[in-house]
């Protein structure tokens, strides 16, 4: 047999894997070798697992996690599965490149403002937003605003320019919320740092917009945030925090995409079964719905004790508050593995939603 076969050194040479590599692909089940010596331990490989390994050699290189080099290799020949993988992971180097160019922007105008001081301080960065569209954003993410007083650059939201649009950031490390809101205005030679605007400036903004202006203008980026109205003008500090990083947080890579009415989810979760457990370094209890998938697809309120199968547990309150935070009408939920966040968006409001962490479930004595 060996001699139609591989050994494992042969296969690290051709293909520029380690034998500690293959041996561990081996342990992770993604390249396991046909044979294996039950004397020595020493493995032997098929002649066609040399192009699997050159493969996996590449994918290594492009930093393709395991998970997903394990579906492309076990991606059936014709299916297109291996491509689609492969696009999601492009898609998140161009993600995470276009990220890189902006904050090393920002850090440059740091550098000049560090070196410059007199020369290149910032100026207010002024925009014209829609008041209902703002609105409607200052809706969608208020609720998750942090209220901790040790962290204080989560009490309020922010406020982060991006080319045509205004984006709205909140969040409180269990839940963030996203929106967008179309602006108008001079464009900046170098993208603008977000000014986190704190809760009681945001409630007052949101009062406001209901004075009946058509229009907003915001002035953002020199230590304040200052609106305009129609008649009606405000203005306030914004300290300078630094906020966390939201696109480390929201570029998911879901599983499972539920469409579903949303007056339907939120009847389920509020009269269905919860259990109670710890979540947070605070460890404090709270209610929590497990949600899971039925035979044939569709999202359910598991009874307690759940099911066993795909488990996704969430905070009850945080999911009906973000329930109600969104448009009435359809939803669409994007569910990731057991550990992953959960994803609640409104279709045709690509850049309004919010997202929800897991909280991991007591293993089954």
């Not at 602006?183 to 009062?207: F, I």
């Not at 079964?273 to 359910?300: I, K």
Request: aromatic share 4%.
């Amino acid at each position: 047999m060996e001699s139609e076969l591989h050994s494992i050194g042969e296969l690290a040479r051709a293909s520029g894997l380690g034998v500690g590599t293959l041996r561990y692909y081996d342990g992770a089940g993604v390249l396991t070798p046909a044979w294996v010596d039950p004397r020595t331990g020493y493995r032997w490989y098929r002649p066609g697992q040399l192009a699997d390994a050159r493969l996996l050699a590449r994918l290594r290189r492009v930093g393709l996690p395991l998970t997903a080099i394990r579906a492309v290799l076990g991606a059936a020949p014709g299916s297109g599965q291996a491509r689609q993988v492969l696009d999601a992971h492009l898609r998140r180097l161009e993600d995470g490149l276009a990220d890189a160019r902006r904050e090393l922007s920002l850090i440059q105008a740091m550098i000049d403002q560090r070196e410059q001081p007199m020369t290149t301080t910032p100026a207010g960065l002024r925009l014209t937003v829609p008041a209902e569209g703002l609105a409607a954003a200052l809706d969608a993410v208020r609720f998750a605003v942090g209220a901790d007083p040790e962290l204080p650059a989560l009490a309020g939201v922010l406020f982060e320019p991006d080319g045509p649009v205004l984006r709205l950031v909140a969040t409180d490390r269990y839940r963030m919320a996203l929106a967008e809101v179309p602006a108008t205005g001079g464009a900046p030679e170098r993208p603008v740092a977000g000014t986190v605007v704190p809760t009681a400036l945001v409630d007052a903004l949101r009062a406001l917009l209901g004075a009946g202006a058509a229009e907003v203008a915001l002035t953002l980026g020199d230590g304040t945030l200052r609106v305009e109205a129609g008649e009606h003008r405000i203005e306030g500090a914004a300290p300078a925090f630094d906020y966390p990083d939201h696109r480390a947080v929201t570029r998911l890579e879901p599983e499972h995409r539920i469409s579903l009415p949303a007056a339907e989810l939120r009847a389920a979760v509020a009269a269905g079964a919860t259990r109670t457990l710890p979540s947070g370094p605070d460890g404090a209890d709270c209610e929590v719905t497990v949600l899971t998938l039925t035979g044939d697809g569709r999202l359910a309120v598991a009874e307690d004790p759940a099911p066993e199968g795909y488990r996704l547990a969430v905070n009850r309150d945080f999911l009906l508050e973000a329930l109600d935070a969104g448009l009435p009408g359809q939803l669409l939920l994007e569910l990731g593995g057991p550990i992953a966040p959960l994803a609640v968006r409104s279709p045709g409001r690509s850049g309004t939603f919010s997202v929800l962490m897991p909280i991991r479930l007591p293993e089954a004595n």
